[in-house]
Nanobody, 120 residues
Framework: VQLVESGGGLVQAGGSLRLSCEAS????????MGWYRQAPGKQRELVAR???????DYADSVKGRFTISKDNAKNTVYLQMDSLKPEDTAVYYC???????????????WGQGTQVTVSS
């Protein structure tokens, strides 16, 4: 399973960015799709995730500002980030939990990361 992310960049505080992550390869089913981030000197943390049924989970720090969504037909997950703050600056990683066969286990797959920088 390969994950390709796009949409990071530099934006001023208060601005918006939209991240995309497309999963490809031998995918039988996807359990969850989500976004994590890691700022310099900090641990990687969950930003938002969406499970196969459509329910979502957000970090408290992004609730009301970020929206996660997915396109099942394209195996793509999106993260709309609005009202960005300098503390949102980090490398954002896409994560997918997926099975590659009907009887196989579900594994975590990670994207290469995309830099989001918010200037004050």
């Amino acid at each position: 399973v390969q994950l390709v992310e796009s949409g990071g960049g530099l934006v001023q505080a208060g601005g918006s960015l939209r991240l995309s992550c497309e999963a490809s390869g031998s995918i039988f089913s996807i359990n969850t799709m989500g976004w994590y981030r890691q700022a310099p000197g900090k641990q990687r943390e969950l930003v938002a995730r969406i499970i196969s049924g459509g329910s979502t989970d957000y970090a408290d720090s992004v609730k009301g500002r970020f929206t996660i969504s997915k396109d099942n037909a394209k195996n793509t997950v999106y993260l709309q980030m609005d009202s960005l703050k300098p503390e949102d600056t980090a490398v954002y990683y896409c994560q997918v939990v997926a099975r590659t066969s009907a009887l196989g286990y579900a594994y975590d797959y990670w994207g290469q990361g995309t830099q989001v920088t918010v200037s004050s």
